[in-house]
């Protein structure tokens, strides 16, 4: 072909090839949609649905694309096909552009006459109007085609939308003018709920409420009317399980509705584990079902709630702190050993993957029992004493613990010095009151006369910490008396005061001494008593 004349072929051929390969996408996505289409209206006809019947549409459609896209890019170019339409369109070039595009040259090149011929058709008039058309059919095959696609895509939104909501949304459509509330709906569990239909025109003599639960059991119920009320109802007093419910009447019935059923988080059970400290010598127990808790402090609390379904978060909280849950696959929250240091109240709070949160308030007394001192006593003598430096003091003393003891004995000293620690038992069980003597031989402490000596009992047992802790009891006293005292008899004449003056006005400066010695071991017992934890 002579090659001016090639190249404004070419030119329009490749025109006319998008005009046919969007003519082909065009009919392609209009099968697509009308398939889509038929599909809509058994649907709505029918009220059946299902939730993938829009994705095998989609792809089918894709498929069917790029089927008819592989198929333009192996078409050859078509001069005589292009021709042909051409002429067909413009008579006035018919046999001349043929013949133009016949001319093959000869062994000199092209004749005379045969550029004649192809002049001829490059200057002919009607060049410029065959360009124009092929541009105005590509623009309307172009906008066809997208207009198909744009139907299509239409179609399989109504046909997922309508799959989602477990109804055909022609459905909708054929039955306009009937409002059913409240629609798709959830309910808690065990709750009711009240079904209404509006009628926009003529009302039916009667509608019925027709119920499919999620087992498969079937409920119609007729709806009832108020006088010349359009709107038809009736209530469910308990709804127990999902399902779908649609309303029939006289000349046609509403899509189907859906009914989920849901439920608030809640606790079904609490199981808490006690791993007591090893001083207390207690065996690690496990309470079932408790939202109370009371032991020793230092207990290693493990609490296991076993929830009503699946959470999104679990956490107990107070003013004070937030302690998050450990949540597990099987609807079981764990809170791991939570260490006891003190009394606590705290509230559950709840959340399921919709963000619902728990309907009612649950709460959690942790009370952490104090590890109390032993119980330590002088039983005898009870109060301070006179004694004489050459008698014995027989003690008698009594001690017990919570969790038992790991020694105990007695202790006396001489005032302003170091007392000395006698011990008399060693381990004793818990709650086991344990009672001991002991003869203390003032003759062998070499005490002088209004000397004064201290005595008391103590014992040690574990504090919270696991570590030994001593504990005292009260601080007596024994004043060394002469071997010999004068007694005066009671001088007539004076009152019980003035006597009493007289007598204080007589002590002697060792007596004076001794009283506040004792004042000073008391004060001084006492402040180490408070400081110990």
Not at 167 to 185: E, Q
Not at 202 to 217: D, I, M, Q, Y
Not at 305 to 314: E, H, I, T, V
Not at 483 to 500: C, L
Request: with cysteine; glycine share 8%.
């Amino acid at each position: 072909m002579e090659p001016r004349l090639r190249i404004e072929l070419a030119a329009a051929e490749h025109a006319f090839r998008r005009v046919r390969l969007w003519r082909d996408l065009a009919f392609c996505w209009l099968c697509v949609a009308a398939v889509v289409a038929m599909s809509l209206i058994l649907q709505g006809f029918s009220g059946w649905t299902s939730p993938g019947l829009w994705i095998v549409q989609l792809v089918a459609g894709i498929i069917a694309t790029i089927v008819v896209l592989r198929r333009h890019d192996r078409r050859k170019e078509d001069f005589a096909a292009l021709v042909t339409t051409i002429e067909r369109d413009y008579p006035e070039l018919r046999h001349l552009l043929s013949a133009a595009a016949e001319q093959e040259p000869g062994e000199n090149g092209f004749g005379f006459l045969q550029l004649r011929v192809v002049d001829e058709v490059l200057a002919h008039p009607q060049r410029a109007l065959w360009k124009s058309r092929l541009e105005q059919k590509l623009s309307a095959a172009r906008t066809s085609a997208l207009a198909s696609l744009a139907a299509a895509l239409a179609a399989l939104w109504m046909v997922a939308y309508g799959s989602h909501r477990e109804h055909p949304v022609l459905a909708s459509l054929l039955s306009f003018g009937v409002t059913v509330t409240p629609g798709d709906t959830q309910v808690e569990r065990g709750s009711s709920l009240v079904i209404a239909a509006r009628f926009g025109g003529e009302p039916p003599a009667e509608a019925t409420l027709v119920l499919v639960s999620a087992s498969g059991k079937t409920q119609r119920m007729p709806l009832e009317r108020h006088l010349a009320d359009p709107v038809f109802g009736a209530s469910l007093s308990e709804v127990a399980e999902d399902g779908h419910y649609h309303v029939e009447y006289a000349g046609g019935k509403t899509p189907d509705y859906k009914i989920t059923v849901f439920d608030y988080p809640s606790l079904v059970r609490a199981d808490a584990s006690l791993v007591f400290p090893a001083y207390t010598g207690l065996t690690n127990k496990t309470i079932p079902d408790t939202r109370r808790v009371s032991a020793v402090e230092g207990t290693l609390l493990t609490y296991n709630l076993q929830l009503n379904k699946p959470m999104k978060r679990a956490r107990l909280f107070n003013a004070e702190k937030s302690l998050e849950l450990t949540l597990q696959s099987n609807a079981v929250a764990v809170l791991p050993s939570y260490l006891l240091t003190n009394t606590a109240r705290f509230n559950l709070a709840l959340e399921d993957a919709d963000g619902r949160s728990n309907k009612f308030s649950t709460d959690f007394v942790l009370q952490a029992l104090t590890n109390r001192r032993p119980e330590v006593k002088v039983v005898f003598p009870r109060g301070d004493q006179r004694v004489s430096r050459l008698e014995e003091i027989q003690l008698q003393g009594e001690a017990a613990g919570d969790f038992g003891l790991v020694k105990y004995g007695v202790g006396y000293g001489i005032a302003g010095q170091d007392p000395r620690y006698i011990e008399i038992g060693g381990a004793e069980p818990a709650k086991k009151k344990s009672a001991f003597n002991y003869l203390i031989p003032l003759e062998n402490l070499r005490v002088e006369e209004d000397q004064v000596i201290g005595y008391f009992v103590w014992a040690d047992d574990h504090g919270p910490d696991g570590k030994p802790r001593r504990t005292f009891s009260d601080i007596f006293f024994a004043e060394v008396r002469p071997f010999e005292e004068i007694f005066r008899p009671e001088q007539s004449g004076q009152s019980e005061s003035e006597q009493g003056q007289g007598q204080q006005g007589k002590q002697s400066p060792s007596v004076k001494l001794a009283d506040l010695q004792k004042e000073i071991v008391i004060a001084t017992w006492k402040l180490q008593q408070d400081r110990s934890p």
